[in-house]
């Protein structure tokens, strides 16, 4: 049986988790992820990193920032990979912004529906419209469209 290596180069890193050079690079420049360095002066990975990485790429994928990100992978282990009870911990941390970005997108989704192509024929059955500015008391931008968490209506 051949045993896995300990650390991974840059190369080994990025075809394994399918994540270019450049991105590693500015992962570890933020902080994301760490590196050791060989004797000849190049990045070795502890295998860990992959499940990191792949926290990082579901993490944008769902459009967490970089700063929230950084803030959970802090609560984690950084010498061995994160256990079920860490991703439970995180996912649970998360599920209240998530379910405000789900809410957000599907107002979206909702209330574009009826604008698409309609060129605002009829503002008086548009679901965006805000005659005189009375949404205002509701604060800047799209009230309509912001989850209710953050004062949608």
Known sequence: MTRLAEHLSIGQVAERS??????????EEKGLISSE????NQRRYAR???RRIAFIRAAQRVGLSLEDISASLATLPEDHAPTKADWARLSR???????ARIDA???LRDRLTGCVGCGCLSLRSCALYNNDD???RFGPGA??????LEGGI
Do not use: C, M
């Open 134 to 136: 009375q949404l205002a």
């Open 93 to 99: 941390d998360w599920q209240q912004e998530l379910d």
């Open 18 to 27: 399918g994540v270019p050079h450049t991105a590693l690079r500015f992962y």
């Open 143 to 148: 009230s309509k469209l912001r989850p209710a």
């Open 37 to 40: 360095r060989s004797a000849g």
């Open 48 to 50: 860990s990193v992959l």
């Open 105 to 107: 997108l599907q107002r």
